[in-house]
C-alpha cells in the first residue's frame, strides 16, 4: 500500500464544528479532498449550508446543519442526524468558538462564562456525545482545536483576551485526559495550536496589533488557507494511528522562541 493510502479519508464521515467558515471550513475542503463525507454545523446555519452547496457542486459529499454548541439537545440533534443519514460517524473536529478581547482587569463575568462555556464546555459535551457513538463502532478521530494561546502566557500588546486563553488551554489538557480515558475504546483525541490565521475572528486584532505579531513569528507571516489542512489530515487518518493526546503547534515557530 503506497503511503499516500495512510491520508487517505474514503468512506468516513467527519462533523467539523464552526465549518461554515475560516479555519472549520479549510479543514472540511481538506477531508472532503481526501474522500470523507463532511457535515459541517455551527449557529450560523447559512453559512453552513452554503459551504456545504459549494462542495457537492464539486462532486464532494457535504451536508449543513444548524448546531448551538452551549445546548446538548442541539449538540444531540446534529449527532444524530448524522448517524440517521450517513450510518456512521468516524472524525470530530471541535472548532466552534469565541473571543473577548479587554484587560483583565475589565473583563465582565457575563463575557468570561460565554467564551469558558462556547470553547471549552462545548467542546466537552461534543466530544462526550460522538465519543458514545465511537466507543459503539470501537473506533473515532477526535480533533480539538486549541490555540498557542493556551500553551503560554501572551503579551498583552500582542493578544489581551485572558478568557479565550484560559479556554484554550483547559482544551489542552482536556485533549490529553480524554486521550488516556478512551484509548481503551479505539478513541483517538488529539489538538492542534494554530498560530495566527487571518479569520474573521482575528482580524481586528490584526489590523491593530499586526506589526507587533509579526515580530514573535520566526517565518514572518501568518498562516494561509492551506497551512492548517495537512496537520488536521495527518491528526484525523490511519497516519496518526500511534498518536493521541498530542497538541500540535500549527504557529510559524511561534513557540519555538
Known amino acids: 500500500m503506497s503511503v499516500l493510502n495512510l491520508f487517505r479519508l474514503d468512506g468516513q464521515v467527519a462533523i467539523v464544528t464552526g465549518g461554515g467558515r475560516g479555519l472549520g471550513l479549510q479543514i472540511a475542503e481538506a477531508y472532503a479532498e481526501a474522500g470523507a463525507t463532511v457535515v459541517l454545523c455551527s449557529r450560523r446555519v447559512e453559512n453552513c449550508l452554503q459551504a456545504a452547496r459549494e462542495l457537492t457542486e464539486k462532486g464532494f459529499q457535504a451536508e449543513g446543519m444548524e ?13 444524530e442526524a448524522t448517524l440517521e443519514k450517513f450510518g456512521r460517524l468516524d472524525i ?21 462564562k460565554k467564551v469558558i462555556d462556547t470553547n471549552l464546555t462545548g467542546t466537552f459535551l461534543m466530544s462526550q456525545f460522538a465519543g458514545r457513538q465511537m466507543k459503539q463502532q470501537g473506533r473515532g478521530k477526535i480533533i480539538n482545536i486549541a490555540s498557542v494561546a493556551g500553551l503560554r502566557g501572551t503579551d498583552p500588546e500582542g493578544l489581551d483576551a485572558v478568557p479565550y486563553n484560559a479556554s484554550k488551554g483547559g482544551i489542552v489538557t482536556l485533549t490529553k485526559d480524554l486521550a488516556v480515558k478512551w484509548a481503551r475504546y479505539g478513541i483517538y483525541v488529539n489538538a492542534i495550536a494554530p498560530g495566527f490565521f487571518p479569520t474573521k475572528m482575528t482580524k481586528d486584532v490584526l489590523a491593530h496589533r499586526g506589526d507587533f505579531i509579526l515580530q514573535g513569528i520566526p ?25 493521541t493526546g498530542q497538541i500540535l503547534a500549527v504557529d510559524g515557530g511561534t513557540t519555538a522562541r
Open 92 to 112: 470530530l473536529v471541535n472548532n466552534s468558538g469565541a473571543s473577548w478581547g479587554a484587560p483583565a482587569l475589565d473583563i465582565p463575568l457575563d463575557a468570561w
Open 67 to 79: 448546531l448551538d454548541i452551549l445546548e446538548s439537545a442541539s449538540i444531540q440533534r446534529v449527532v
Open 219 to 243: 517565518l514572518r507571516r501568518y498562516g494561509t488557507d492551506r497551512d492548517l489542512q495537512g496537520a488536521a489530515l495527518f491528526l484525523a487518518s490511519q497516519a496518526s494511528d500511534y498518536v
